[in-house]
């Protein structure tokens, strides 16, 4: 396993540098923002040249965090939710949507890109329960140890832990699977985590398994310098042996859909999953 030493002080946020493709801005641009610039929209083009839809995989993996946090903040009865790797703030955030079911709901928002906590603290943080915290998912010691961000929850309650889309940008050399396993481990009982990620199914579907693979290496490849594309078994480890709440860990709009399906789904959305664990 890697050191918790050696995970940080390597994987340097873009920030304000207009010289390098950002995740943030990219995602960004994907969702129809205009906080981004020529070397971002540069990046995500080599991503359409291949998927050419991979803005409905933004719009739907946003859909997909909504009903998780409405399923968590409504029936699950989470009134405190960490979302990491928030990004730059865009329509329905997740305060937004939890505070619709509970008006109590508190929602502690990461990000370790200086813009996005910025764009963060001016736009968002408009209430008592909603607050910015600069910081990375592979701080040592995990968030779940930071006084930064333990201030504002109560850890002795259930929390929802958010990594949506932001583990297909952490590289195998820093050990995903150990660093969720920490996390797994300082979660209160009653918690859930929550979980989105590109998704290879593997040479059984092979034209799938083709288009991942191209994506993978444009992503990485081509200007973001990150985006795997893993398997489901790798992914399911991302939830250290916690019980997957049904229907498990699926396509993305498989995931308690809000209604039948308005049109056949474009190949680059089935290469994306996500789910949620329970932790008792």
């Given at each position: 396993m890697t050191e918790q030493g050696s995970r940080t002080g390597v994987r340097k946020p873009v920030g304000v540098d207009t010289t390098r493709a950002s995740i943030a801005r990219v995602y960004d641009y994907s969702l129809g923002g205009k906080d981004n610039y020529d070397v971002d929209r540069a990046a995500?083009?080599?991503?359409?040249?291949?998927?050419?839809?991979?803005?409905?995989?933004?719009i739907m993996n946003r859909r997909w965090l909504h009903r998780v946090i409405r399923y968590l903040a409504g029936p699950a009865g989470i009134d405190q939710f960490l979302d990491v790797g928030a990004g730059?703030?865009?329509?329905?955030?997740?305060?937004?949507?939890?505070?619709?079911?509970?008006?109590?709901?508190?929602?502690?928002?990461?990000?370790?890109?200086?813009?996005?906590?910025?764009?963060?603290?001016?736009?968002?943080e408009q209430n008592e329960n909603t607050h910015f915290v600069p910081a990375d998912l592979l701080d040592p010691g995990t968030l779940l140890g930071k006084a930064d961000i333990?201030?504002?929850?109560?850890?002795?309650?259930?929390?929802?832990?958010?990594?949506?889309?932001?583990?297909?940008?952490?590289?195998?050399?820093?050990?995903?699977?150990?660093?969720?396993?920490?996390?797994?481990?300082?979660?209160?009982?009653?918690?859930?985590?929550?979980?989105?990620?590109?998704?290879?199914?593997?040479?059984?579907?092979p034209e799938l398994h083709a288009l991942a693979k191209e994506l993978e290496r444009r992503f990485t490849e081509k200007g973001l310098g990150s985006g795997w594309y893993r398997t489901s078994e790798q992914i399911l480890e991302y939830f250290g042996g916690l019980e997957l709440v049904a229907p498990g860990l699926?396509?993305?709009?498989?995931?308690?859909?809000?209604?039948?399906p308005l049109r056949e789904r474009y190949p680059e959305e089935w290469v994306m999953v996500g789910g949620i664990a329970y932790k008792p």
């Open positions: 995500y083009e080599q991503i359409l040249e291949v998927a050419p839809r991979q803005g409905d995989v933004s730059l703030p865009t329509v329905a955030n997740t305060h937004e949507v939890a505070q619709q079911q509970n008006p109590e709901s508190r929602v502690i928002y990461v990000d370790n890109d200086p813009v996005c906590n910025a764009h963060g603290r001016v736009l968002l333990t201030r504002y929850l109560n850890m002795d309650r259930p929390i929802g832990l958010v990594l949506c889309g932001l583990l297909h940008h952490i590289d195998e050399e820093f050990d995903p699977v150990g660093l969720m396993r920490e996390y797994v481990e300082l979660l209160p009982h009653g918690s859930y985590l929550a979980i989105s990620h590109f998704h290879d199914p593997g040479p059984e579907h699926v396509q993305l709009d498989d995931w308690w859909p809000a209604g039948p």
